[in-house]
């Protein structure tokens, strides 16, 4: 009883250490120490921010082109066309003396005003800035003569007025507009080039980012995915130890007390209800302790292994064979006759009327085997197994091989 509330604790002690890591390996601790897992998140987390920071900042150089370049070429457009209807509503006034061109004309110049305050806001680049202010210059060289032709017209002077208007410094302030304005759209168109210039580099370079990237990422996911698998065998291969462990013994391999205990009995019950015939086998080796004492222990254990396995060669195909603790060995089998089982006693005995050949050494060693049977030695497994045990006992005192509880 005392071996077996040992092994029981040796067996949860297993299983509590393997259920902490397990605990361990869901809150990811094992991950951290696989680098190429570390490597994988931080490669798929800077994958994200890269293409987010990608998506913002042309969202932002788009937005940026469209409220400055573009607007300020719109607003250079709108600057030609309101100066040009400035010329051509002056001329018609010239031409026919009406003067009601000149509220055209004023209508016309309120808003070349507006765009020039809007160019203002616009223009940052010190070019840009130079070609506004000779703009803005010319035009009020031509307002004034503007407002003078208006005046001569209105006293009737077509002629002189006309003059004024085809004169030199009119007709090349006109020119210089137009050329200055010109000048600002390819300076704007330039500055546009530029910026999708340099945005095509960026794009190039974060593509390299991303195409090695994903590379590693693909190589880190693969070995990570690898580790895993790795891990998940090692898991499980680890809860066979323990299940096999939990029923079996470590030494011999054959089933524990444990595992007889509980699979005995459902036999047993079963037994009870079909009226069939069990026995139970108590086998103890022989003067155990002096073999360890004279051999070591390692030739004990040795000696075990070789009992277990024979053991197991002649009664595996008939029931349970365990190890009960110790140089003890339980067997429970079914039989039809009971001089089955004296066959399969007398056997066994033969077996070990022979040396064993332990590390290319001859052994001899003896063991004493008791017997009870079903119903007649009891009914309930524990009564059996202490049956078993007695006659196991007398066979080793009256020194016979094998012995009949009953």
Do not use: C
């Not at 003396?97 to 680049?125: F, M, P, Q």
């Not at 960026?202 to 698998?229: D, E, M, P, Q, T």
């Not at 003896?366 to 009564?383: F, H």
């Amino acid at each position: 009883m005392n071996n077996n509330i040992v092994f029981k604790g040796v067996v949860n002690h297993l299983i509590m250490n393997h259920n902490r890591q397990e605990k361990t390996n869901r809150k990811g601790y094992p991950e951290i120490s696989n680098p190429w897992f570390v490597v994988s998140v931080i490669i798929t987390i800077s994958l994200i921010a890269i293409l987010a920071w990608n998506v913002v900042h042309s969202y932002l150089i788009i937005r940026d082109i469209e409220k400055r370049e573009l607007a300020l070429k719109k607003a250079t457009g709108t600057l030609l066309f309101h100066n040009k209807s400035l010329e051509m509503a002056v001329f018609m006034a010239a031409s026919t003396g009406d003067l009601r061109w000149e509220d055209n004309y004023e209508k016309h110049k309120s808003k070349l005003n507006d765009v020039i305050s809007k160019i203002n806001r616009l223009s940052e680049a010190n070019k840009v800035s130079r070609e506004i202010k000779r703009v803005k210059k010319q035009l009020k060289t031509n307002n004034k003569i503007e407002n003078k032709a208006f005046a001569l017209i209105s006293r009737g002077d077509k002629p002189k007025a006309k003059k004024l208007l085809k004169g030199w410094t009119y007709t090349k302030n006109q020119l210089g507009i137009k050329e200055a304005t010109e000048q600002v759209q390819t300076i704007l168109n330039r500055r546009v080039e530029k910026t999708i210039a340099v945005e095509r580099r960026v794009i190039f370079f974060l593509a390299i980012i991303v195409v090695s990237s994903i590379v590693i990422l693909i190589i880190s996911w693969y070995v990570s995915i690898n580790r895993w698998r790795k891990n998940v065998k090692e898991r499980k291969a680890k809860e066979q130890e323990i299940r096999f462990l939990s029923y079996h013994d470590s030494l011999t391999e054959l089933y524990n007390r444990r595992y007889f205990r509980e699979v005995g009995q459902d036999k047993v019950s079963k037994i009870e209800s079909n009226s069939q015939s069990i026995a139970v086998i108590m086998v103890d080796i022989d003067n155990f302790k002096a073999i360890n004492d004279n051999y070591g222990h390692n030739i004990g254990d040795l000696v075990l292994k070789k009992t277990a396995a024979y053991l197991k060669d002649v009664f595996a195909e008939h029931g349970i064979v365990s190890r009960w603790g110790g140089d003890e060995f339980t067997i429970i089998i079914h039989f039809n006759k009971k001089k089955e089982i004296k066959k399969m006693i007398n056997e066994l005995m033969s077996y070990f009327n022979e040396p064993l050949m332990i590390k290319q050494s001859k052994l001899f060693i003896s063991i004493s085997v008791g017997i009870s049977v079903y119903p007649k030695d009891g009914t309930k497994l524990e009564k059996l197994i202490k049956n078993a045990d007695n006659a196991m006992y007398r066979a080793k005192k009256d020194q016979k091989r094998g012995l009949f509880y009953s």
